[in-house]
């Protein structure tokens, strides 16, 4: 087994798809209706290497539309594509979306980037199409108050139908891959609404006081997300840890060895030092606890905190959290400091995408190089890192109590995007998203998780702008230019977005 093979693995997005034409044709233009039923097996095919596709066949009458909405209740769809494939009225497609709620896309592909002006007879003009509908679509799906998106390019076959009059082959077109680029970014968004509504938030102990843009109402996020939080406490994981056999803590302890660098004293920072052999057992105790935790509850995600008095068993039980939550983020358990609930779920969109998400804040500028440095002590990504991640033993952790060991890591060079999930003034999520580039500039021997960050704007410009959104501090970072699919996320989860 991987280390970094999932805990629990995301949900797989269940799409519906459907073709739609005017049954008059069909005796009218023989091998019209097999043509286009082919072109939608196709569709069925390249989609189902992204997600379970239920592909209903042909609609082409006001009843058969009925029917559709019917079998695509009953298979459980995330999303439906209604493929275009010639003229149909809108009498028979309004029925399928207002039986079956889930989200629409219309998918406008035409089969040929040019039809044969001079071969083209009618049957052949009408396979071709696909655009003649979409207008009185958009009109009826408006009317009808159901939101609708479109996807407008070529179809992309690697072959020509021997029917056709013109040449199909446009998979090596731009306004092809341009087309299934989009569509493939909408299946995958499919699967975190799926995965949000089947999962588990743990919140371990409280939120850091007053930090009020952290704050979340519990009933809310489950309203508006699908996700069930459940309250923990530190008795629970303390129960855990005294389980914990001595077999269990070395495994731990050779992951850890694998997974990380054992540094020595920093070189410039005197609470920063190597990690003791009583910090390290420790760290690895708690971090075999804090994944029994996960299973005992069956959490998808966790966001914790806790404060404890000096002294207090828990305090020193949390001062080894950093390393288990950054072992549990690295396998698809999320886990965010500060009893920050609300980065949790940003941390989580990004996993179940395949994208990391790792903890992070704005830590400082570097007005030389014209980035800002975003990171946090802990926990990290380790399946993103610039390298292997360095734990470096705390002297203290700054602003909070107790000593442990921290990650000290930068995400690896290249394109990345920050998602920022706050809560406005009504009381409604938002999603802020920023595309950028992580730089090989240098960070701080500190302990803590930075990467330089160079934005497509001048720092103070950005942050201006950052700010007036008024984000919630926290945000995760994931790896690749991510925005276009990060909207479809906020489309599908019917949450207000923005990018930077």
């Not at 698809?332 to 009893?339: D, K, L």
Request: proline fraction near 5%.
């Amino acid at each position: 087994m991987s280390r970094l093979s999932p805990i629990k693995p995301a949900g797989k997005p269940r799409v519906g798809l459907y073709s739609i034409g005017l049954r008059a044709y069909w005796s009218q233009f023989p091998g019209m209706r097999e043509r286009l039923i082919e072109y939608g097996a196709f569709l069925e095919k390249r989609m189902s290497a992204f997600g379970d596709v239920f592909n209903f066949g042909l609609v082409d009458t006001e009843g058969e539309g009925r029917r559709a909405g019917e079998w695509l209740n009953a298979q459980n769809v995330d999303l439906v594509f209604c493929h275009s494939a010639t003229y149909a009225t809108s009498s028979a497609v309004l029925p399928i979306h207002q039986i079956c709620k889930a989200p629409v896309v219309i998918l406008n592909l035409q089969p040929t980037a040019r039809i044969s002006y001079e071969q083209s007879t009618t049957g052949e003009w009408l396979a071709h199409c696909g655009a003649c509908p979409v207008p009185e679509l958009s009109n009826a799906f408006d009317r009808g108050g159901i939101p609708f998106r479109v996807v407008n390019g070529l179809l992309g076959l690697d072959y020509t139908p021997p029917i056709s009059l013109a040449d199909e082959a446009t998979h090596d077109r731009p306004e092809a891959k341009r087309a299934w680029r989009q569509i493939e970014e909408w299946v995958r968004a499919a699967a975190v609404p799926r995965t949000l509504r089947h999962s588990r938030f743990g919140f371990l102990g409280n939120t850091y006081s007053g930090m009020l843009d952290m704050y979340s109402d519990f009933t809310m996020l489950q309203a508006q997300l699908g996700l069930h939080v459940e309250m923990l406490e530190m008795c629970d994981l303390d129960r855990l840890l005294k389980d914990v056999a001595p077999q269990e803590a070395k495994a731990k302890l050779e992951e850890v060895q694998e997974m990380f660098v054992i540094s020595g004293d920093s070189p410039s920072d005197p609470i920063a030092k190597k990690p003791t052999e009583e910090q390290l057992e420790w760290s690895c105790r708690v971090a075999a606890a804090q994944e029994k935790l996960v299973r005992e509850f069956d959490l998808d995600a966790l966001a914790y905190y806790y404060r404890g008095a000096p002294g207090n068993e828990y305090e020193k039980l949390q001062g080894g959290f950093i390393v288990g939550h950054s072992l549990l983020t690295a396998r698809g358990i999320p886990c965010s400091g500060e009893g920050d609930l609300k980065t949790a779920v940003a941390m989580k969109i990004c996993d179940i995408l395949g994208t990391g998400g790792s903890f992070c804040e704005i830590v400082v500028v570097d007005y030389e190089d014209g980035t800002i440095l975003l990171g946090h002590d802990g926990p990290f990504h380790i399946a993103i890192s610039d390298g292997r991640p360095i734990l470096r033993g705390m002297g203290l952790y700054h602003g909070k109590q107790g000593t442990g060991i921290s990650v000290e890591a930068k995400v690896r060079t290249g394109p990345i995007t920050t998602l920022n999930v706050t809560q406005t003034g009504d009381g409604r999520l938002k999603l802020i998203i920023s595309e950028a580039e992580s730089t090989d500039g240098p960070i701080m021997r500190i302990g803590n998780t930075q990467t330089p960050v160079k934005f497509r704007k001048h720092p103070d410009d950005y942050m201006e702008q950052w700010f007036l959104e008024a984000p919630t501090h926290h945000c995760a970072m994931s790896i690749g230019h991510n925005a276009s699919l990060f909207r479809k996320v906020g489309d599908l989860l019917n949450v207000r977005h923005v990018t930077l």
